[in-house]
Nanobody, 115 residues
Framework: QVHLQESGGGLVQPGGSLRLSCAAS????????MGWYRQAPGKAREFVAN???????NYTESVKDRFFISRDNGKKSVYLQMYNLHPEDTAVYYC?????????WGQGTQVTVSS
């Protein structure tokens, strides 16, 4: 069984920064890609970023050069460092892991960007 737990969300002013963490338990290996999605109120869940086994990263266009994804395979964790946050970044952020085609999700952490 795989379990993911996000942390690090909160309320931040526009232009501020946050670092999200996601710790996995269970049979997760460095070869399994991990990533972040988000869901704003009234909108569909959308891709934010992911990171592969070799460290290759992908980002949605709106967060490029502001968000940075990383992982610590020894800790089975993935992180999302967010800089220069905008009000439109407000959403529940979810981490996931692709375990050979089976996707596991965390319960989400709220990020609110507001003055």
């Amino acid at each position: 069984q795989v379990h993911l737990q996000e942390s690090g969300g909160g309320l931040v002013q526009p232009g501020g920064s946050l670092r999200l963490s996601c710790a996995a338990s269970g049979s997760i290996f460095s070869i399994n890609p991990m990533g972040w999605y988000r869901q704003a109120p009234g909108k569909a869940r959308e891709f934010v970023a992911n990171i592969g086994s070799g460290g290759a990263t992908n980002y949605t266009e709106s967060v490029k050069d502001r968000f940075f994804i990383s992982r610590d395979n020894g800790k089975k964790s993935v992180y999302l460092q967010m800089y220069n946050l905008h009000p439109e970044d407000t959403a529940v952020y979810y981490c996931n892991v692709d375990r050979w085609g089976t996707i596991y999700w965390g319960q989400g952490t709220q990020v609110t960007v507001s003055s």
